[in-house]
């Protein structure tokens, strides 16, 4: 009767009758208040013991749906991935702590150049094979321009600089507007002009094609910050020295801060040191070279000569045809003797077999080409190459 109570399983008339007969013992009312706490205590630990169990196992439920829906996200990133898409990754993972080249390669983060001082490089091999076993069956099912684009990446990072002009121009004839494809052709062709002769006019005719995609890949992507960088460095390796300060300072006024920034400002640091260094020496060797020739030692005017060698050409050869164009407008000034290049053409053929010089001088030291003006944005360098200047028009000379 007692738990029926408690329970509340009892008719109204029984209860009435159970409260004033049955709870009239205090023993008996005390264990009725007794059974009541029990049944209390007992709902409330029911209840709680639910809800604790609801909160846990909605926590997990929801873990497990955010979990699953990043997994899913994830793998569709890579099953979306094309095969050249996860190649170029892999070869920039490759190249990750050190850069093959000293240009930029679109696309590719920061990492210091290797050393050139024949130390080893530091290449990620299994990333690299990777890239090479998903980029090169790619370009075989479709040779697409991003394809061949990525073929020429690759060549360009193993230094084999004439299969990623090939590949490059390919993908540039698919695809003409593509700006990070033309600074790439140009890279390639700043790197393969870096290996040859600088005497030779192979290199200033390689170094022109490199401009003239620097300037057309700028021209469709003018963001593009590795164009700013690698025309700068192509005009510092082609001597042009006041161009290439122009050109470091337009890429640091878009990029001051960066680890590519800090290169740019150590490049036009040793801009100024040398600029101060050649005007020193070539000073010094054009006042000694007309001397050693007048004294007819031949010996000492030619270690001037070869003294004077530059990316650009030689200093030497340079100043002195400059003189020889001042001349054929004004007196002929008493620092150079007019035979002076007609000399050292002389001496080139016969010491190196380098025609240069004797080509554009005659027996008279006379220069055998014509002269007009150009405009503002065309220097002609030797063999009639096209070059980009940022002075006023100036005369230039152009071989005939």
Do not use: C
């Amino acid at each position: 009767m007692v738990d029926q109570y408690v329970a509340g399983e009892v008719d109204p008339a029984e209860r009435e009758w159970f409260e004033k007969h049955f709870l009239k013992s205090q023993a008996r009312a005390k264990k009725v208040r007794f059974a009541q706490a029990l049944q209390a205590a007992g709902k409330t630990a029911v209840v709680h013991y639910k809800a604790k169990w609801s909160y846990r196992h909605l926590a997990i439920a929801a873990s497990v749906i955010v979990a699953l829906a990043i997994g899913f996200v994830v793998w569709r990133t890579i099953v979306g991935q094309s095969d050249v898409d996860k190649g170029l990754v892999a070869l920039q993972n490759a190249y990750r702590d050190e850069r093959p080249i000293a240009g930029r390669i679109t696309g590719f983060n920061y990492a210091p150049q290797s050393d050139q001082r024949g130390g080893s490089q530091r290449v990620d091999y299994l990333q690299l094979d990777y890239a090479a076993r998903l980029l090169f069956p790619s370009v075989a099912k479709s040779s697409d321009a991003r394809a061949l684009h990525a073929a020429g990446q690759y060549y360009l990072t193993q230094k084999d600089f004439d299969k990623a002009i090939d590949q490059l121009k390919r993908a540039i004839e698919l695809d003409p507007a593509g700006a990070t494809i033309q600074i790439d052709l140009g890279t390639a062709l700043l790197q393969k002009g870096l290996l040859l002769p600088p005497e030779g006019s192979e290199r200033s005719i390689v170094f022109a094609n490199s401009l003239e995609h620097f300037n057309k890949g700028l021209e469709l992507n003018s963001n593009l910050l590795e164009g700013y960088f690698n025309r700068a460095l192509l005009y510092q390796q082609m001597g042009l020295i006041k161009q290439a300060e122009v050109e470091w300072q337009e890429y640091l006024k878009r990029d001051p801060s960066s680890p590519w920034a800090n290169e740019a400002k150590r490049n036009l640091e040793l801009l100024k040191q040398r600029s101060a260094d050649d005007s020193r020496t070539l000073d010094e060797s054009f006042r000694a070279f007309p001397e050693a020739r007048r004294a007819g030692n031949e010996e000492a005017a030619w270690q001037i000569f070869v003294r004077n060698y530059r990316s650009s050409g030689n200093l030497i050869t340079n100043k002195l045809l400059n003189a020889v164009v001042s001349d054929s407008t004004a007196n002929h000034t008493a620092a150079t003797d007019i035979n002076d290049p007609a000399y050292l053409g002389n001496l080139e053929v016969s010491r190196v077999g380098d025609r240069y010089t004797s080509q554009v001088t005659n027996d008279k030291g006379e220069m055998s080409f014509s002269e007009f003006y150009l405009p503002r944005d065309l220097v002609v360098d030797r063999g009639g190459v096209s070059m980009r200047n940022e002075a006023r028009a100036t005369p230039r000379f152009i071989l005939v």
